[in-house]
């Protein structure tokens, strides 16, 4: 049995991570597991080595894999003892730098993930605003202030990241707790519905940057009835600034939430707020022991310090831009049909055809050939130079036009050596 199958026999859904299944990429033939990984090269647990252009650790490492610098902080921590009876002063140093990068935040907690994260954020700014409703736009993760959505309305959630998510054990006194929303209409006519709402959460970007007016419309109407803003910058921050997108929107919540981007692949995740918000930590319960360790707020403080000194927002961004524009170019002159989305370092692209959950299988799958991990989703990482991303686009380039060749000659399904790779599979069960 091959370590995926008896992964499955061992842990329910096989994974830890959703986006990690390997039948979302090419079933069957997904290198489910890695040996090492370092810059943007992966060596698979069979040997194989490939060039990561895809989900790059489902964006946790801005920096590339295994960074030198970070690497670095990290083993310094390891070797002063990741855990005490006493506090890391790493802690206060970090709070320092965030709310020294944040000017309108005046405190910090941690955590060490993005949905336990936001689990505190939500449970403060309840406490702070004395209201509990919810308005939220986005994906925030797994708990269950987030799924009771679903509760009411079993597809709640399905514009907001991930589809068909099942809310089995979520209380069911929660809902109508949440209220989502996904523009200034609806969350107009969310606010005008509930006249109780005391915190509103949101995404300060997924697949475009908000349109003019939405952030401070929303803002505005946070201050006027009284409700904590917390801004998700968990997938959006320090990819597109260094700090939140929201600085350099010019629009300021009560909280912001950083997680994955800000420690490059070592579990970090930070709250920051204004003072009279975060001080309702007081009036609850939130404390857990590793939060205290010692290797988080080190990877974080070396990831920060390096995208500043690497200028990572700008070379990601970049980055992103030449996939984009290369997959365009690429496509076009195959003749296959494709729409781009997303901030610029975070480009994806779907084919325009009637058959496109298996010819993005098949692209997939050839790349896979070609030497790449690939799908029609990229997150720009420092580590991607031009000269690795023009390799990709020329793999690229081959991939389209056998593509192109199979649409002409009917045989998408045939040139498939395994099952269509499934959004389907994006559910909670299988
Ligand atoms: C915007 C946003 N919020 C929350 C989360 C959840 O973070 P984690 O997977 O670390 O729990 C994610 C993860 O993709 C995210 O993109």
């Known amino acids: 049995m091959n370590l995926y199958d008896r992964a499955k026999a061992l842990i329910p859904g096989g994974v830890q991570l959703l986006s990690k299944r390997p039948e979302l990429f090419l079933p069957d033939r997904w290198p489910a597991y890695y040996r090492r990984a370092k810059g943007t090269e992966v060596e698979a647990l069979d040997g194989r080595v490939f060039t990561d252009v895809t989900l790059f650790g489902v964006g946790a490492c801005p920096l590339g894999y295994a960074d030198p610098e970070v690497e670095r902080a990290v083993i310094d921590a390891v070797h002063a003892g990741s855990m005490c009876t006493l506090n890391a002063p790493e802690e206060v140093a970090l709070a320092e730098r965030l709310v020294g990068l944040h000017p309108w935040s005046e405190m910090v907690r941690y955590a060490r993930s993005g949905g336990e994260a936001m689990a505190i954020a939500v449970r403060i700014a309840r406490a702070a605003a004395g209201k509990d409703r919810v308005l939220f736009s986005g994906y925030h993760g797994w708990s269950d202030w987030y799924l009771a959505a679903n509760l009411d309305d079993g597809a709640a959630l399905d514009g907001h990241l991930l589809p068909a998510l099942e809310p089995g054990g979520v209380p069911k006194a929660l809902a109508g707790s949440v209220v989502p929303f996904a523009d200034r209409a609806s969350f107009d006519a969310a606010l005008a519905a509930h006249d109780d709402v ?233």
């Open 198 to 430: 005391g915190v509103i959460v949101m995404e300060t970007a997924r697949y475009a940057m908000p349109p003019d007016g939405y952030l401070e419309h929303v803002r505005a109407e946070a201050s006027r009835i009284g409700a904590v803003l917390v801004f998700d910058e968990i997938t959006t921050g320090f990819r597109l600034h260094l700090g939140g997108l929201h600085q350099r929107l010019g629009v300021e919540p009560d909280v912001a939430v950083f997680a994955k981007a800000m420690s490059n692949g070592y579990a970090m995740s930070a709250i920051i707020g204004r003072r009279a918000v975060m001080d309702a930590v007081q009036s609850t319960f939130i404390s857990s022991t590793y939060w205290t360790e010692r290797i988080g707020p080190a990877a974080a403080l070396a990831t920060i310090d390096a995208l500043e000194q690497r200028d990572g927002p700008a070379r990601m961004e970049a980055a992103g831009d030449r996939m984009r524009s290369g997959w365009e170019a690429a496509a076009s002159s195959a003749g296959i049909e494709i729409t781009t989305k997303g901030v610029a370092p975070l480009p994806a692209f779907t084919i325009e055809h009637e058959q496109r959950a298996a010819l993005a299988t098949l692209y997939t799958q050839w790349m896979l050939d070609e030497g790449y991990l690939a799908t029609g989703a990229f997150y720009a990482t420092c580590a991607h130079d031009e000269a690795t991303i023009d390799r990709a686009l020329e793999a690229s380039g081959r991939t389209f036009t056998r593509m192109k060749a199979a649409i002409d000659e009917d045989r998408i399904e045939a040139s498939l050596t395994g099952p269509v790779a499934s959004a389907g599979l994006r559910k909670t069960k299988r």
